[in-house]
């Protein structure tokens, strides 16, 4: 009786079947004649295998079969490695190919995948070791064969893309025997050239035309470049180890040309962007001047004006020292008026030591008058030598003028308040000049200090 525990969907067992068959068969090599083929739209390859007695389905993903470097034909005899699969959904037992050679070849792509994971290992290809390419390169070397196709690619895609760019070619072999030894070669050539970026490429081939990039020799050279280097093997299919180690993968050469710098056209349009920002920068900045300028010659005062100012301020000082001295000449009227009232009534007897006293006084307060006198005459000497100094005439005196309109005669303190052809009147220390103006200009900057001698 059949235990209802132990019963399996037909999905489970066919799950439990394709496992085990994985455990069992994790790499089998298989040679057979190819007795059907299919390429699918997604690029996977579908056949069937076959010998005299028996075939198999197989399958081979799109990821493994770009490098086979050959599209198999139905007839041909192949050797695959694969591991045993069941495809669920019909139950079918199939191949799972990873690797497909025609029957008698060395198996190249297991030398590629033993080589990939040593230098990975060393960490050839980590991200962290790749430098960024130049923004805007002006020099470039590109390392490829002068008769290949790839060289006119690269030259016509950068003449048209960015023809202020200088490239300079290190011609090298890029296939057969020693190709990989001249590569290197070329490589340190090109690194020693002190250019901006580096270009290594070719065009399609096959796996055996394409094998020197997958060399030890070339991807070691490619990874101790010091300058930028973008690899550009073959086309968008093929895969090299040198494309790896390579600060960045081109998917074809045309393409390496292109990653490595931006339209000539693109970098005129960003100058000209800068230009006009900087254009605007420089025109605020302008008009914040002129306006610190404007608020500034609201400030200025002619000579004339200026020595008003300080006379008024002397008259309120000599008006506050008069009041003083005033006030101090009538205490002293009235201290003699007493005295003099207090000598009349003592009368003879104390006439002669009243008089002493009184000559006392007398001689006291002229001393305190005198020296008030001479504090006040002091300080309106300093008060007039001051406004002496700064007086319209020792301005003038010092090479100065000042302007006034010919016919109102304002003082003109402005270019905004002349226009050519308008007379003025220009005064010196000596005399008037009468004057045209021809011209009005204004300055760009803050005008001078007028109290400041030109020279100074």
């Not at 007795?35 to 699918?40: D, L």
Request: proline share 4%.
């Amino acid at each position: 009786m059949i235990d209802s525990k132990n019963i399996l969907t037909v999905s489970q067992f066919s799950r439990l079947l394709s496992d085990s068959l994985r455990s069992a068969w994790p790499s089998v090599r298989i040679q057979g004649e190819l007795a059907s083929f299919t390429k699918a739209s997604s690029g996977h390859w579908y056949f069937t295998l076959k010998d005299d007695q028996a075939q198999l389905k197989a399958v081979m993903f799109r990821a493994r079969n770009v490098l086979a470097g050959f599209t198999p034909v139905l007839g041909d005899k192949v050797e695959v490695l694969a591991q045993l699969s069941v495809y669920e959904p019909r139950g079918d037992l199939q191949l799972v190919v990873d690797v497909l050679k025609k029957a008698g070849q060395g198996n190249l792509y297991e030398q590629f995948l033993a080589l990939k994971a040593k230098l990975a290992q060393e960490g050839l290809f980590d991200a962290a070791r790749k430098q960024p390419l130049p923004a805007v390169p002006f020099s470039v070397g590109v390392v490829t064969s002068l008769q290949a196709a790839a060289l006119a690619d690269v030259r016509q895609a950068l003449t048209r893309r960015a023809p202020h760019l200088a490239f300079c070619v290190y011609p090298t072999q890029v296939q057969g025997e020693g190709a990989e030894l001249q590569i290197r070669q070329a490589l340190r050539r090109a690194d020693s050239a002190g250019h901006d970026v580096l270009i290594l490429c070719r065009g399609g081939g096959s796996l055996e035309d394409l094998w020197c990039f997958n060399t030890e020799v070339v991807v070691r050279a490619v990874a101790a470049c010091q300058t930028p280097i973008v690899v550009g093997v073959g086309h968008e299919t093929d895969v090299t180890l040198a494309e790896f180690a390579a600060d960045l993968r081109a998917a074809t050469p045309t393409a390496a040309a292109e990653l490595i710098c931006p339209p000539t056209m693109d970098l005129l349009d960003a100058v000209a962007s800068h230009a006009l920002s900087m254009g605007q920068s420089l025109r605020q900045r302008l008009s914040r001047l002129e306006q610190q300028v404007d608020r500034a010659e609201f400030g200025l005062v002619t000579p004339r004006h200026y020595a008003d100012r300080l006379a008024g301020r002397l008259d309120a000082l000599a008006r506050g020292l008069a009041q003083p001295l005033n006030q101090h000449l009538q205490s002293v009227g009235h201290s003699l008026a007493q005295w003099s009232q207090r000598l009349s009534q003592q009368g003879r007897k104390g006439s002669q030591v009243a008089d002493s006293q009184l000559q006392v006084n007398i001689q006291a307060m002229k001393t305190r008058l005198a020296l008030t006198l001479q504090h006040t005459e002091s300080v309106l000497v300093r008060r007039s030598e001051v406004l002496e100094a700064v007086s319209p005439q020792r301005t003038l005196e010092r090479g100065f003028a000042y302007l006034q309109d010919e016919t109102e005669g304002c003082v003109l303190s402005s270019v905004a308040q002349a226009q050519p052809g308008q007379a003025v009147k220009a005064t010196l220390k000596d005399g008037h000049l009468s004057l045209g103006v021809t011209a009005v200009k204004k300055h760009g900057g803050a005008d001078p200090d007028p109290f400041t001698k030109p020279g100074s």
